[in-house]
Nanobody, 121 residues
Framework: QVQLVESGGGLVQPGGSLRLSCAASGSIFSVNDMGWYRQAPGKQRELVATITSGGSTKYTDSEKGRFTISGDNAKNTVYLQMNSLKPEDTAVYYC???????????????WGQGTQVTVSS
């Protein structure tokens, strides 16, 4: 069993900051990459940022310069530092991981339960 547990969401004023965390636990042999997606009401889930175990990162254009993704391989944990938050950043943020449970298994796709981020005055 693999679990992804997110934390750090909440209510913040426009221009404020939040830091999300996601820890993967359970039977894990190796992690290929972890990332963050978000889904606003009435919209499809979209990519926010990803990071590989080697440290390569990818962001969507709207988050570049405002959001920073980082990871701790030893803890199978990924972070998302979000600065200069805007009301349009309001969404449920989901953690995602591509990982192997054993040396012989294929790469599986795992999701957290989501954490709400609300940007409002």
């Amino acid at each position: 069993q693999v679990q992804l547990v997110e934390s750090g969401g909440g209510l913040v004023q426009p221009g404020g900051s939040l830091r999300l965390s996601c820890a993967a636990s359970g039977s894990i042999f190796s992690v290929n990459d972890m990332g963050w997606y978000r889904q606003a009401p009435g919209k499809q889930r979209e990519l926010v940022a990803t990071i590989t175990s080697g440290g390569s990162t990818k962001y969507t254009d709207s988050e570049k310069g405002r959001f920073t993704i980082s990871g701790d391989n030893a803890k199978n944990t990924v972070y998302l530092q979000m600065n200069s938050l805007k009301p349009e950043d309001t969404a449920v943020y989901y953690c995602n991981a591509h990982l192997r449970r054993t040396w012989a298994s294929g790469v599986g796709d795992y999701w957290g339960q989501g954490t709400q981020v609300t940007v409002s005055s």
